[in-house]
């Protein structure tokens, strides 16, 4: 996670600020959370933090972290299809759009930025 945290501390330092950050799973979530309290910033006072997954993490962090999510049954499902297609010789080459209906869980963490973004 040092990396990750090492990663958030570098975006910290270019101007104009970030006004948001957008994390994919756990490690990345934690990483960009500690980053940024560690260098005093406060969500979403001071910055939008929004995670792909709803994790255990984006519940119970102090605010709750607002997350896309989906339902991954149905994800499962496409990609079991389009396994299928890829086999089948007549169309398996052929393009292929499948879209999955994601939902945002809003919890708070996603605000106008304040403070530190008026340099």
Known sequence: MEFVTSEAFSLMSIRPAPTAFLTLGTR????????????????????????VGDTDLARLYVP???????????????????????????????????????KLIDRGSCGRP????DC
Not at 68 to 95: F, K, Y
Not at 114 to 117: D, I, Q, T
């Open 114 to 117: 304040g403070r530190l973004f």
């Open 28 to 51: 990345m979530l934690a990483g960009t959370l500690e980053g940024l309290r560690e260098n005093g910033w406060r969500v979403p006072e001071d910055v939008s933090v929004l995670a």
């Open 64 to 102: 709750p972290i607002s997350t896309m999510t989906w339902d991954l049954a149905s994800v499962g499902e496409n990609l079991a299809e389009l396994m299928l297609r890829r086999l089948d010789p007549e169309i398996g080459q052929n393009p292929h759009r499948i879209m999955i209906p994601t």
